[in-house]
């Protein structure tokens, strides 16, 4: 009987904290168009792949670069993997989710230091 009686409580926790946490289709959807700023290493991967790495790790975010000519060249010769070639900056991307995915389109990049 006390072990259905804690099931019961469990139950009703779990159900109460579910109300109190965003829907997760309803979250991905507003994640649309959302404008975020980060510090974060940017670079190439194989060529013309441009990728992010927040707080030392890639979190699978596809990045794509929009950026004026000047802002482009300031990441020019920037390599995700290599040590030497890194560069960190401070970017302002939009994202968009799309099949299971996270897109980064980069608007801005300043701030480029190199092999820090």
């Known amino acids: ?11 009703a ?23 975020v ?3 974060a290493d940017i670079g190439y991967l194989r060529g013309a792949d441009l990728t992010l790495r927040l ?3 890639y979190h699978g975010i596809s990045a794509q670069a929009a950026l004026p000519r000047d802002q482009l ?3 020019e010769g920037c390599n995700a993997r290599d040590y030497e ?3 960190t900056a401070d ?3 939009e ?5 299971g995915r996270i897109f980064a389109t980069i608007f801005d990049v300043q701030n480029v230091t190199r092999g820090e």
């Open 91 to 93: 970017i302002l991307a």
């Open 95 to 99: 994202l968009k989710f799309s099949g």
């Open 37 to 39: 700023a980060a510090r």
């Open 13 to 35: 926790a779990t159900a109460s904290h579910a109300q109190d946490l965003p829907n997760m289709g309803e979250f991905l959807a507003n994640l649309d168009g959302t404008e």
């Open 73 to 75: 060249a300031s990441i």
């Open 55 to 57: 707080d030392g790790m």
């Open 85 to 87: 070639t890194k560069c």
């Open 1 to 11: 009987m006390k072990a259905l009686f804690a099931a019961s409580l469990l139950n």
